[in-house]
């Protein structure tokens, strides 16, 4: 662990380098494969101890309490050991589920790096930003789409990528929330995007802020997701995604 000299008013991210490695500005820290940060209800009161436990509260290991919680029991992803290679939670899609998780502190999120593995092409929305203007990301036909506001605003990655969403093995999804997406270290997308300083409230795992019902909820697992408060160099985003492809053993080559 390394320690950075702490600053008035900063954030405990902005003291730690709870990850070692020596990028500050770490947000959110969930990780499926760490059991004790996993519970079946939203306070923290029972351990998830099988696969097949309902997932209440997904643990925020950055320090920061940004806890991820679901009080409806038939609303919780899904502690799976099965499905992938690596534990993770499982969000099934089902007319009877519709999987999500929640946190409502404001925070700003401008960057996200999760390790996921969707179950099909139209597996929709994988991240959400409760903010008035709505943004999010999600798979949709063959693509990745990142929502810069309104139903109008989407900005989908093209440049080879449609039809290439992967399926039923992890991958590395980075979503820089002003600029890029990047999928397994190459980057499909570089535009402007309609934001200008992160996104301004809570956030969400497995759907969207608003019209919930508006598309699909999102099918697929989880095993790790990251987000910064700050824009993150070009070095500094591959050193997050090498830390995700050794620990994960995704086999992924520069």
Avoid at 7 to 34: C, Y
Avoid at 114 to 124: A, D, F, I, L, Q
Wanted: one cysteine or more.
């Amino acid at each position: 662990m390394t320690l950075i000299l702490p600053q008035i008013g900063g954030s405990f991210s902005e003291f730690v380098d709870v990850l070692g490695l020596g990028i500050t500005g770490l947000e959110t820290w969930h990780d499926a494969t760490d059991l004790s940060t996993l519970f079946t209800d939203s306070a923290k009161t029972t351990a998830v101890t099988t696969t097949g436990d309902r997932v209440g509260c997904w643990v925020d290991k950055s320090g920061n309490g940004f806890d991820f919680t679901q009080t409806t029991a038939g609303l919780r992803p899904i502690y799976d050991t099965t499905t992938m290679t690596q534990e993770s939670l499982s969000f099934t899609g089902s007319s009877g589920g519709r999987e999500w998780l929640y946190n409502a502190t404001d925070k700003q999120t401008f960057m996200v790096f999760v390790v996921v593995e969707v179950s099909g092409t139209n597996s929709n929305v994988l991240f959400g930003f409760d903010a008035a203007d709505n943004r999010y990301a999600y798979y949709e036909v063959g693509a990745t789409t990142y929502s810069t506001g309104s139903d109008t605003g989407y900005t989908t990655v093209g440049g080879g990528y449609a039809g290439l969403v992967p399926r039923n093995d992890p991958h590395i999804l980075t979503i820089d929330c002003r600029n890029y997406i990047n999928m397994d270290f190459t980057e499909y997308l570089m535009a402007f995007q309609q934001q200008t300083a992160g996104t301004p409230a809570g956030t969400y795992v497995g759907r969207r802020h608003n019209l919930p019902n508006n598309e699909a909820p999102f099918t697929g697992n989880v095993v790790e997701l990251l987000t910064y408060n700050r824009k993150l160099t070009a070095t500094e985003v591959a050193d997050v995604e090498d830390y995700l492809n050794t620990k994960h053993s995704i086999g992924l080559t520069r």
